[in-house]
């Protein structure tokens, strides 16, 4: 149930606040404890607002909650000086490690959740999230299957990193008009999947970024249509949070081994570090600092670069035109990569947009991604098709994983266009998506 779901947060936030209040106060950070609790009062009186209002477990909640307040506002905060200089320790000597700039991340925190608190006040409470049944037909699915066999075959002509997730869009539609719309599976949306799925093993199976673009998609509309269903009961949830979070870790476990072995060459078995209490602590803790600390030193190295250097203005934004207008490429995943020798670090939404224009930039940036989440979210909710909720879930799914940036979400909705052009191009029976719409306001 969706209450569930709001009482994990809150209890997560209470607890962790209360923790980490306790360790500061003991360093003296006086500061850091007021302002950490006053931001986390703002965010706890968001997230009981969204309940009210919203109903639902909606992508722009867990936007505002993974990446909002845990990555861009509770991390910060806890990264002091002397955390600092044990990750300083853990790095290569060429490695830069910046100051936490907690005190911009805090201004930018504060602004955007008293936004989305005058927002949230002024917006109708919506009757339900329920994410089933989904209005579609048969021809839907044939239509999609047309994208899908195009959308792949783009994908293999630019043999690009950047259009391995091409098919994350048609894939995403296929799992959940097959679960949402009351398991009525067909023989194009089979097809659609094992396409989808074939590109996916052959393109981004080695490469486990690549392939939570694909997995990360279906295990959000997962948590919002277990959440918003009536059915699925509140012991449930926890059971399934908790298996959830022992499943990261365990990804977190198997990556690490899995990089260090292909990577750099080691030799590392998964027993060995299961069997090792110390190493198996030290790979979870690993996971926890890739998910949600990790933004910190990798958005301050480029809020740093900027304040030496000045502000791109707009610059990343158009990094793909830029040399065809005679600009500068400004990429900041590369940029930033350079600093702690690897090959890709994106900063993070603050850092994008804190390099573009400053504060403000960095409140823009992010109040961008809200409200075009919530603009798909409140479309899906009032027409339900399966199209809407790719245009929900998809564009932003990476932004939620990896910190992504404004481009990210401009590219996967470029991709859902042309998932769902095929559909808009081909007759839809509209006498079946009407008899489906009665079917599920009779229900």
């Not at 049944?133 to 066999?149: C, E, H």
Request: glycine letters at 6%; proline letters at 4%.
């Amino acid at each position: 149930m969706t209450k569930a779901i709001y009482n994990i947060i809150r209890f997560m936030t209470i607890v962790l606040v209360g923790i980490n209040s306790i360790s500061l106060i003991a360093q003296s950070y006086y500061l850091r404890v007021f302002i950490m609790v006053f931001a986390s009062f703002l965010f706890l009186a968001n997230v009981n607002l969204y309940e009210k209002k919203v109903k639902s477990v909606s992508p722009s909640l867990i936007f505002y909650v993974i990446v909002c307040f845990f990555n861009m506002t509770f991390c910060p905060f806890i990264y002091t000086n002397e955390k600092l200089d044990e990750l300083r320790a853990q790095r290569p000597e060429t490695s830069v490690t910046p100051n936490d700039h907690f005190e911009i991340y805090a201004i930018v925190s504060i602004v955007l959740s008293i936004l989305i608190f005058i927002y949230l006040k002024t917006r109708k409470e919506e009757e339900s999230g329920d994410v089933k049944p989904l209005y579609t037909s048969s021809t839907n699915d044939y239509a999609v299957l047309l994208s899908t066999i195009v959308l792949a075959g783009i994908g293999l002509v630019m043999n690009s990193p950047s259009f391995v997730p091409i098919c994350v869009a048609p894939m995403t539609y296929f799992v959940a008009s097959y679960f949402a719309n009351r398991r009525h599976g067909n023989i194009a949306m089979f097809v659609g999947f094992v396409i989808c799925f074939g590109y996916m093993v052959i393109n981004a199976l080695g490469d486990r970024f690549q392939l939570l673009q694909y997995v990360f998609p279906l295990l959000l509309f997962f948590i919002i249509y277990l959440s918003n269903n009536k059915k699925v009961k509140p012991s449930h949830v926890y059971i399934l949070f908790i298996i959830g979070v022992l499943l990261i870790e365990l990804y977190g476990v198997v990556s690490e081994v899995y990089k260090l072995n292909h990577g750099y060459g080691m030799s590392i078995s998964l027993s060995d570090v299961f069997n090792n209490k110390d190493v198996l602590f030290k790979y979870m803790e690993n996971q926890i600092y890739r998910i949600f600390e990790i933004w910190t030193p990798l958005g301050g190295t480029i809020i740093e670069l900027v304040q030496e250097n000045g502000y791109y203005y707009g610059l990343t934004f158009i990094k793909s035109i830029a040399p065809r207008l005679g600009l500068e490429y400004v990429n900041l995943a590369t940029i930033n990569a350079q600093f702690i020798g690897a090959t890709y670090a994106q900063p993070g939404l603050v850092a994008e947009g804190y390099a573009n224009f400053g504060i403000i930039g960095a409140i823009v940036n992010l109040g961008i991604i809200f409200v075009l989440m919530e603009y798909c979210y409140r479309k899906y909710l009032k027409e339900k098709t399966p199209y809407m909720l790719l245009f929900a879930i998809v564009p932003f799914s990476k932004i939620i994983l990896d910190g992504g940036s404004l481009n990210d979400a401009i590219f996967n909705i470029i991709f859902v266009f042309i998932t769902i052009f095929f559909i808009k191009i081909l007759p839809i029976d509209n006498r079946q998506v009407a008899l489906n719409k009665s079917l599920a306001k009779s229900i």
